[in-house]
């Protein structure tokens, strides 16, 4: 299998430049841990609220004329769908989006503003890829995977250009996984920029794909769960992104529902942004003084000193359930500092 390369990554960066934003890093200062400086990398701030505009606009503007007019679907939890939505609507491409039954409200209004037709099935990855590669073959359309392809990696690889740019002193960065298009692309520019630089994906703890694939040394699909983190449900990791993250990734960390919503209450509470759970199970992570880790060395996040950035990945959240989220008291018993 063919892995995606710096030189792909850059190119991306240079091909969806005015679609996606170059988004701003946030300095909390060690508000987070004492003496462990955390930046939030904002991509809450993205167009279309959330960074996988990245990789549908790199994929978008690789496609044929002829494949754009017949158009294009997707399978999504929600913000791949939104950034297909808003990267067509930029082309001029119709667009199908395969949402699951229980998608937040949010991003299933959000999609169908952009244009996008959207099309409801089950709950799981799975079952939302196997509807849309059926649209596809009934309609005559291109599948977009949100991550498993090196067009949707080399996209969202370009945060990892632009993080160790704004933050040259950077010593580890934590990004949020679920099938792995993120993680891979941002390990995949940093490992090759700046090897030094510790990886650390972050995924819930209902479904800890990356967590187990680490342990088999082989991708493993786990059992599909409930989580307020809905961007972050995938069931089994991505050939292709598992290729990029057995090699290049030094660390996972789990986080848990309570965790997650602390992380958002302190995002606003601290920083002023707003996060959708999946954006802010980073935070989560950095907030745990005794994380819940499996690395290849046997290290945990918590080691060594200097600068942490953290991916804030989406800010598509819900008025209401944002509101219960800045609002509840913090649980002091899961494990923050």
Request: charged share 15%; with cysteine; hydrophobic share 45%.
């Amino acid at each position: 299998m063919d892995t995606v390369t710096l030189d792909q990554i850059r190119q991306a960066a240079a091909r969806i430049r005015g679609l996606a934003h170059v988004t701003p890093v946030v300095d909390t200062g060690d508000a987070a841990r004492p003496g462990r400086p955390l930046w939030l990398k904002c991509e809450n701030l993205q167009r279309s609220g959330a960074f996988k505009i990245r990789g549908a606009a790199n994929m978008l503007r690789q496609l044929p004329a002829d494949v754009l007019a017949r158009g294009v679907v997707t399978y999504s939890s929600g913000n791949h769908g939104l950034a297909l939505a808003m990267a067509a609507q930029a082309v001029g491409c119709p667009a199908v989006v395969v949402m699951p039954v229980n998608a937040p409200p949010v991003k299933v209004e959000g999609t169908r503003r952009l244009g996008a037709h959207v099309v409801f099935e089950g709950t799981t990855t799975l079952e939302r890829q196997a509807r849309a590669e059926a649209e596809a073959a009934a309609r005559g359309l291109a599948v977009v995977p949100p991550f498993d392809h090196p067009w949707i990696v080399a996209g969202q690889g370009t945060i990892g250009l632009e993080v160790l740019e704004q933050l040259p002193g950077l010593t580890a960065i934590l990004i949020p996984t679920s099938g792995g298009g993120l993680l891979a692309g941002v390990a995949t520019a940093v490992k090759r920029l700046a090897p030094a630089v510790r990886v650390v994906g972050v995924e819930p703890a209902v479904t800890p794909r990356m967590t187990r694939s680490f342990h088999a040394g082989a991708p493993v699909t786990v059992p599909g769960a409930a989580s307020i983190a809905d961007g972050l449900l995938a069931v089994r990791p991505g050939m292709l992104t598992w290729a990029h993250i057995a090699v290049d990734v030094d660390e996972i960390v789990t986080v848990t529902d309570p965790q997650v919503a602390d992380a958002v209450h302190w995002l606003c509470d601290r920083a002023k942004l707003v996060a959708e759970p999946s954006g802010a199970a980073t935070t989560a992570a950095a907030l745990m003084p005794a994380p819940t880790t499996w690395s290849r060395d046997g290290r945990t996040f918590r080691d060594g000193a200097g600068p942490v950035a953290a991916i804030i990945t989406g800010g598509n959240v819900d008025a209401t359930a944002f509101a219960a989220y800045v609002t509840r008291t913090p649980d002091p018993g899961v494990g923050h500092g």
